[in-house]
C-alpha cells in the first residue's frame, strides 16, 4: 500500500480536490465563490489552501474579469487529477481491507 498524499490528505484540501474533481472530467473550472461554497471555507482559508495546491502543481488558478468585474477560477491540473486518483486509490486500501 503506497502512503497518504500529506498534501491532498488534509481535510479542506481534500475537499477542495473532490469539488475540483466533479468536474476534471470536462477539464471546466470552478469559480471562487461557487468553490467556497461547496467546501464550506472562507475566502481567507480557501485562499490559503488553494495557494498550497497550486504550488505543488495539483491546481490551476486562473484570474480574469467578466463584465469589468474581476473572477477567479479554479481547476485541476492533469498532475492533480493523478495525484487525487491515487489518493483516492491509497484510501479504497485502507477501506477494503478493513472489511477483509
Known amino acids: 500500500m503506497s502512503g497518504a498524499n500529506e498534501i491532498i490528505h488534509q481535510a479542506m484540501r481534500l475537499k477542495i480536490m473532490a ?29 490559503a489552501h488553494l495557494e498550497t495546491l497550486e504550488k505543488a502543481g495539483y491546481i490551476v488558478i486562473e484570474k480574469r474579469f467578466e463584465e469589468r468585474k474581476p473572477q477567479t477560477r479554479v ?15 491509497y484510501l479504497r486500501e485502507i477501506i477494503d481491507s478493513a472489511g477483509a
Open 19 to 47: 469539488a475540483l474533481n466533479t468536474v476534471a472530467a470536462r477539464k471546466a473550472a470552478i469559480e471562487f465563490t461557487r468553490l467556497k461554497t461547496l467546501v464550506g471555507a472562507t475566502d481567507g482559508n480557501l485562499g
Open 75 to 89: 481547476r485541476m491540473s492533469p498532475a492533480g487529477r493523478r495525484a487525487f486518483a491515487e489518493h483516492v486509490a
